[in-house]
């Protein structure tokens, strides 16, 4: 049997799997920083991370088109190797848990539950909930560049990076731009651009712990049973075998 049609809003929330990165220890600043070391500092620091959190806004946008961008808010959580929860809260509830081995996409409002497997979607560079793979995957085959931070950044703090793929038509995308805080090496915001789509992710309220951090102050970890995930009694489950 295959799954209901899933609501567009819903549907949209599965490109909400990004995370910001975790804090390092602050290096020397030089006065403009190269498009490689950022592109170093942000895979560092997501190496390094305990855990992170932050609240999410995704805005999607067809690009060309009248159409009102698509609005996705929720809260991250992510305790790094493939473990995150993200709980979707507007325009409609829902819930994405990453448990390691599996990626499942809770649709509260159709009582369903979309399964995959998190292997498979890490090679492709589909798995946005660890953000270092897609970094480094999204990177293999792209030019990367600085940019100006704009008005919204102070550019005295924040690094404005771009990955452009040499060959579009194969990548499958055509532009993804990181902004980074390199003082506490923290990711800002994330803008995805593929077939014509604009996705806009800004993180607020961002709150990361560095394995150091959480090795002097053990009682610091997360719950262990946030990232366990059981589809709720009378839900439909679809392995999607991706």
Same mark, same amino acid.
């Given at each position: 049997?295959?799954?209901?049609?899933?609501?567009?809003?819903?549907?949209? %929330?599965?490109?909400?799997?990004?995370?910001?990165? /975790?804090? +390092?220890?602050?290096?020397?600043?030089?006065?403009?920083?190269?498009?490689?070391?950022? #592109?170093?500092?942000?895979?560092?620091?997501?190496?390094?991370? /305990?855990?992170?959190? /932050?609240?999410?806004?995704?805005?999607?946008?067809?690009?060309?088109?009248?159409?009102?961008?698509?609005?996705? !808010? =929720?809260?991250?959580?992510? $305790? $790094?190797?493939? +473990?995150?929860?993200?709980?979707?809260?507007?325009?409609?509830?829902?819930?994405?848990?990453?448990?390691?081995?599996?990626?499942?996409?809770?649709?509260?409002?159709?009582?369903?539950?979309?399964?995959?497997?998190?292997?498979?979607?890490?090679?492709?560079?589909? #798995?946005?909930?660890?953000?270092?793979?897609?970094?480094?995957?999204? %990177?293999?085959?792209?030019?990367?560049?600085?940019?100006?931070? =704009?008005?919204?950044?102070?550019? !005295?703090?924040?690094?404005?990076?771009?990955?452009?793929?040499?060959?579009?038509?194969?990548? $499958?995308?055509?532009?993804?731009?990181?902004?980074?805080?390199?003082?506490?090496?923290?990711?800002?915001?994330?803008?995805? !651009?593929? $077939? *014509?789509?604009?996705?806009?992710?800004?993180?607020?309220?961002?709150?990361?712990?560095? *394995?150091?951090?959480?090795?002097?102050?053990? *009682?610091?970890?997360?719950?262990?049973?946030? #990232?366990?995930?059981?589809?709720?009694? =009378?839900?439909?489950?679809?392995?999607?075998?991706?």
């Amino acid at each position: 049997m295959r799954p209901r049609r899933i609501p567009a809003a819903l549907a949209a %929330a599965l490109l909400l799997l990004l995370l910001p990165v /975790a804090a +390092r220890a602050r290096a020397p600043r030089a006065l403009r920083l190269e498009a490689g070391d950022v #592109f170093q500092g942000m895979l560092e620091a997501l190496d390094k991370r /305990a855990w992170t959190q /932050a609240d999410v806004v995704k805005t999607e946008a067809v690009q060309g088109s009248a159409k009102a961008p698509g609005v996705t !808010e =929720g809260h991250l959580v992510s $305790g $790094g190797a493939g +473990r995150a929860r993200l709980v979707i809260t507007s325009p409609s509830p829902g819930l994405i848990v990453a448990d390691g081995k599996r990626l499942w996409v809770e649709l509260t409002p159709v009582e369903q539950v979309m399964r995959y497997d998190e292997s498979t979607l890490a090679a492709t560079g589909n #798995f946005f909930l660890d953000l270092a793979s897609s970094i480094r995957h999204y %990177a293999k085959a792209s030019v990367k560049r600085r940019f100006r931070p =704009g008005d919204d950044y102070d550019d !005295e703090r924040v690094s404005a990076l771009e990955m452009a793929p040499l060959h579009p038509g194969q990548a $499958g995308f055509e532009r993804m731009r990181v902004w980074v805080d390199d003082h506490r090496w923290v990711v800002l915001r994330v803008q995805m !651009e593929y $077939g *014509g789509t604009l996705s806009d992710i800004r993180f607020r309220n961002i709150q990361v712990l560095s *394995g150091r951090a959480l090795r002097a102050d053990p *009682g610091q970890a997360l719950d262990k049973g946030l #990232f366990n995930y059981q589809p709720p009694k =009378g839900f439909e489950v679809f392995d999607l075998g991706l």
